[in-house]
């Protein structure tokens, strides 16, 4: 059985892994718009991801006899200044996330909720390779810059993911 405090915690991560989800499509929608198809569906696949962690959370919650209570999303950003800010924001947002699963970990060793505690040992490396994947998307970014040719190579380079 989970504890009225985790339980609003681990709906509070359901969340944020889908307004997570909600970000990335708005922003594989607006790097389509430009014409970066590759960097489109990284961020499509990355949504995809988003909502598997929520729903991972939701059977969980279940699982543990909680109840479930699915919180209002809110409108994403949708417009930014350029590829780099979004890939930015993108990493921004995942060291968000970071801390809120951190938060979640010592709240359940905080409590003796083992079994909570175990569960999100996958999140938190998850997350490792969330910040790190993001990290070096950022970082590729940067290397080409504002050269269209290289930014084009790149965005070929991320077409293929799935």
């Not at 010592?106 to 909720?113: C, G, I, S, T």
């Not at 909570?116 to 990290?135: A, C, G, I």
């Given at each position: 059985?989970?504890?009225?405090?985790?339980?609003?915690?681990?709906?509070?991560?359901?969340?944020?892994?889908?307004?997570?989800?909600?970000?990335?499509?708005?922003?594989?929608?607006?790097?389509?718009?430009?014409?970066?198809?590759?960097?489109?569906?990284?961020?499509?696949?990355?949504?995809?991801e988003?909502?598997?962690?929520?729903?991972?959370?939701?059977?969980?919650?279940?699982?543990?006899?909680?109840?479930?209570?699915?919180?209002?999303?809110?409108?994403?950003?949708?417009?930014?200044?350029?590829?780099?800010?979004?890939?930015?924001?993108?990493?921004?947002?995942?060291?968000?996330?970071?801390?809120?699963?951190?938060d979640?970990v010592?709240?359940?060793?905080?409590?003796?909720?083992?079994?909570?505690?175990?569960?999100?040992?996958?999140?938190?490396?998850?997350?490792?390779?969330?910040?790190?994947?993001?990290?070096?998307?950022?970082?590729?970014?940067?290397?080409?810059?504002?050269?269209?040719?290289?930014?084009?190579?790149?965005?070929?380079?991320?077409?293929?993911?799935?």
């Amino acid at each position: 059985m989970l504890s009225n405090e985790i339980e609003k915690k681990l709906n509070e991560q359901v969340n944020a892994e889908f307004d997570a989800a909600y970000l990335y499509l708005s922003m594989s929608a607006w790097l389509d718009k430009q014409g970066l198809s590759g960097f489109a569906n990284w961020f499509k696949m990355q949504a995809q991801e988003e909502t598997t962690h929520a729903m991972k959370i939701y059977d969980y919650i279940s699982e543990r006899g909680g109840e479930i209570s699915l919180l209002p999303i809110g409108k994403p950003k949708d417009n930014w200044k350029g590829c780099l800010d979004v890939v930015e924001d993108a990493y921004n947002h995942e060291k968000k996330v970071t801390a809120m699963i951190n938060d979640i970990v010592a709240l359940a060793e905080l409590n003796k909720d083992y079994a909570t505690r175990v569960f999100f040992d996958w999140f938190v490396t998850e997350q490792v390779e969330e910040e790190s994947s993001s990290l070096d998307l950022v970082d590729k970014v940067k290397f080409v810059g504002e050269h269209k040719g290289y930014l084009l190579s790149l965005d070929k380079e991320l077409l293929v993911r799935q």
